[in-house]
């Protein structure tokens, strides 16, 4: 197995048990309050969603025409971009942040410093797909 698609499978399983110990913090602040925090919430669903995501990109490796040095960069490219952006969620619920967008919160800035880097290798990705084809 190359190198690109052990990265995306680590990555995935690290991330998709990062969102279900998530959970433990949501059912406790359900405990206390009708729902649980908004970013706590969006942090939890997005590494559910992203972490399934990083696993099924290894069906598209599968398909790439990309040289395995570049397939390796795309998904640690993907990989740091889905590791910033959960990151960003959890400091904004850590933090308590009611709206990162208008309060401009560290949480915000980290994430979307990884949306760059999901962009990119994503555009790259499908570029070795169709070339496939």
Request: hydrophobic fraction near 60%; avoid cysteine; aromatic fraction near 10%.
């Amino acid at each position: 197995m190359d190198i690109a698609p052990q990265i995306l499978i680590v990555a995935g399983l690290i991330v998709l048990m990062y969102g279900f110990l998530l959970g433990i913090p949501m059912a406790r602040a359900r405990k206390k309050a009708s729902r649980a925090p908004r970013y706590l919430i969006a942090a939890h669903l997005a590494a559910l969603i992203q972490g399934s995501i990083l696993l099924a990109l290894t069906v598209a490796f599968d398909f790439s025409m990309l040289a395995s040095w570049i397939e390796t960069l795309i998904a640690s490219l993907f990989t740091g971009g889905v590791l910033l952006f959960d990151l960003g969620l959890t400091i904004n619920w850590l933090q308590g942040s009611e709206d990162a967008f208008a309060e401009r919160s560290l949480g915000y800035k980290v994430s979307s410093s990884g949306t760059p880097l999901i962009l990119v290798s994503a555009g790259i990705l499908v570029y070795g797909v169709l070339m496939a084809l």
